[in-house]
Structure formats: C-alpha cells, structure tokens
C-alpha cells in the first residue's frame, strides 16, 4: 500500500469514528440552514468552505466536516461562502455528464442496467451535469469509465450547492429529496464505442 493510500484511508477511519461518537443534530436546529445544506448534513457529507468561485487549495477554508456546529460557524465567518465536497472522506463519488456528448454512452448504460440509477442525488454545475453514486468497494471496481461524454470524479474536493460559480450562476440539486445510489456497474466496463446502442431517449440531466 501506498504512503497517500495508507495517510488516506487512517484519516477516512478516524472521521468515521467521531463521526459515530457524534449524536444526532436537533432537528429544530437544523431548520436553520440553507436546504441545500441540509442535504449535505443529512447525507453526513464532509464539506468545508470555499472562498473563491472554484476549488483551489488557496480557496479552501478550515477542514471538512458534517458538524451541523462547524457548519454553522462557518456560516458566520465566511458570509456568503461556497462549498465543497470532500468525495473520498464522504464515500461518494461524482459522474460528471457532458450532456450533449453522451447521449450514446448512457442509451447504453439503460440497456445494461436500467432506469434506476438515474434518480440518484444530482445537481448541475456550468456546462456540466453532476449526479452522485456510493462509492464502491476499492476490490470491485475501478473508478475510471471510457464512455464517451462521461467521466468520473473521485479524488479531492468538488464544489457542490449551495454554491455560486461563474458568471453568479447558482448550483443547486435538481431533487434534494433524492438517495444517493449504487452506479450501474457497467459504467465501469469498456465497451467498443461502435457497439454503443443509440437509443431514442429524453434526458432529464
């Protein structure tokens, strides 16, 4: 094992120790914050705050946490700040669609594996959609995709709602009530780009 894998991983195991020492945020308390924050917290996110219009180690702020307390002070500190979302230490990771490049590689994907997966946690940011997946046991799948217009993000921080990124454009989730699922495992095949299967299909993203 690697010397980043091994500082890596004791970080991710002594977060999720004290994150299970924590007790429960009042919910009264949580009425308080942003919607979209509250996704975050009830999705025990590890977030932290960004004080520019993208994430740069210069931009990022204090360490992250889901702390409905940090968050709070965070809040009070760095009016009107942005977020982001630590993806290793929160056990997700993010599908980055190029919506109108991919339009082949996800009729494929529904043919393999279904409908399902497409109702998991999303949001758009810029040109790009985003929809997040739990992040799969490192013995099982490699977190890399070869289909065309789709690319994964599973290392660092990404910028995540409530967030303002360029030109004051607001990120936001597309459903705040929505899970955040399994991937369809054949996102992580290869398939021959000619034998992608088109099909005719309306996407949401």
Request: net charge negative.
């Amino acid at each position: 094992m690697d010397p980043y894998t091994f500082v890596r991983n004791l970080a991710a195991n002594r977060r999720a120790e004290q994150a299970g020492a924590l007790r429960a945020p009042d919910p009264a308390h949580l009425l308080s914050f942003h919607p979209d924050l509250r996704v975050a917290i009830r999705h025990r996110f590890f977030i932290q705050p960004v004080l520019a219009e993208q994430v740069s180690r210069y931009s990022l702020a204090g360490v992250p946490d889901f702390d409905p307390a940090v968050i709070a002070s965070w809040i009070a500190k760095y009016k009107d700040c942005n977020f982001a979302l630590a993806l290793e230490e929160s056990g997700v990771f993010a599908l980055r669609i190029e919506p109108y490049q991919c339009l082949d590689a996800i009729a494929w994907l529904l043919h393999r594996d279904g409908r399902d997966w497409q109702h998991t946690l999303q949001f758009k940011s810029g040109n790009h959609h985003y929809a997040l997946f739990v992040r799969p046991a490192p013995e099982t799948h490699s977190l890399t995709t070869s289909l065309p217009g789709l690319a994964i993000v599973s290392r660092g921080t990404l910028l995540i709602p409530p967030s303002v990124g360029r030109y004051d454009v607001a990120i936001r989730y597309e459903a705040r009530d929505a899970s955040i699922l399994e991937a369809p495992p054949s996102l992580f095949s290869s398939p021959i780009a000619a034998n992608l299967d088109t099909a005719d299909l309306s996407l949401d993203w």
